[in-house]
C-alpha cells in the first residue's frame, strides 16, 4: 500500500471545521483513499472514502487534489465527540483484503 | 443491521495460557479480518479468513491462529500467551473482501491482558 503521512496532532475550536490533511505522493492510478477514527479504546469507526472525485456523506467531506498525492478530510462543525485519532489508509486493489493504518492524526476538540 | 460484535470485550491471562476470542460479523458478510493494536506498534494485520478459509496472513508467528465457521463467525487463538501479546484485538468484516472499494467494518474489541 502506498504510505500516508499526517500530522501527528492538531487541535481545533468546537464548532469550527476540522481540516485534517494526508499526503500520499507515491499514490497510484487504482488505490482508494480511506479515512477512519478510532475513539480511545474503540475499534476504528468507517468515515468516508474516495478515489478521485471529491466525496461527501453525512460525517465528513473527502476533498483529494487533481494529482491524487494529498487528501483533505473536513468535519464542516467538530464537536467534542469528534476528538480521536484520524487514519488516512490508502489501499491497492487486489491485494487482499487488509488496511495499512499508519500512525494517524490525534484531533483534539477545545471548548 | 447489527454491526460486528466481538466477545469477551475484556480478559486477563497469564503466561503460557492460551486464549479465545471470538468474532460475529455483520449480517451478511463473508469476510473476517483481524488486527492486532498495541501502542508500540499500531494496528497491525493479523489475518483473513473467507468461506472457512485463510485467504490472507500477516508477520505473526504460528501462536497465533483462527478459523471461520459457515456462518461466517470467527475465532482466533493465541498459545502459550506472552506479556507483549498484551492488545486490543480488533475483527472486522466485510462482505466479500475481494474488491478494494469494499469497506470494513470495525467491531469494538477485545482488551487481552496478559500478566
Known amino acids: 500500500d502506498a504510505k500516508t503521512t499526517q500530522p501527528p496532532s492538531m487541535d481545533c475550536a468546537e464548532g469550527r471545521a476540522a481540516n485534517l490533511p494526508c499526503n500520499h505522493s507515491t499514490i497510484s492510478g487504482n488505490e482508494y483513499v480511506y479515512w477512519y477514527r478510532q475513539i480511545h479504546s474503540q475499534g476504528p469507526q468507517y468515515i468516508i472514502h474516495g478515489l478521485k472525485n471529491n466525496e461527501t456523506n453525512e460525517m465528513a467531506s473527502l476533498i483529494i487534489t487533481e494529482d491524487r498525492k494529498s487528501s483533505t478530510l473536513i468535519l464542516p462543525h467538530a464537536t467534542l465527540r469528534d476528538t480521536a485519532v484520524y487514519y488516512c489508509i490508502v489501499r491497492v486493489r487486489n491485494t487482499g483484503n487488509q488496511f495499512y493504518f499508519g500512525t494517524g492524526t490525534s484531533l483534539t476538540v477545545i471548548p | ?115
Open chain 2, 1 to 115: 443491521k447489527a454491526g460486528v460484535t466481538q466477545t469477551p470485550r475484556y480478559l486477563i491471562k497469564t503466561r503460557g495460557q492460551q486464549v479465545t476470542l471470538s468474532c460475529s460479523p455483520i449480517s451478511g458478510h463473508r469476510s473476517v479480518s483481524w488486527y492486532q493494536q498495541t501502542p508500540g506498534q499500531g494496528l497491525q494485520f493479523l489475518f483473513e479468513y473467507f468461506s472457512e478459509t485463510q485467504r490472507n496472513k500477516g508477520n505473526f508467528p504460528g501462536r497465533f491462529s483462527g478459523r471461520q465457521f459457515s456462518n461466517s463467525r470467527s475465532e482466533m487463538n493465541v498459545s502459550t500467551l506472552e506479556l507483549g501479546d498484551s492488545a486490543l484485538y480488533l475483527c472486522a468484516s466485510s462482505l466479500e473482501g475481494r474488491l478494494v472499494e469494499e469497506t470494513q467494518y470495525f467491531g469494538p474489541g477485545t482488551r487481552l491482558l496478559v500478566l
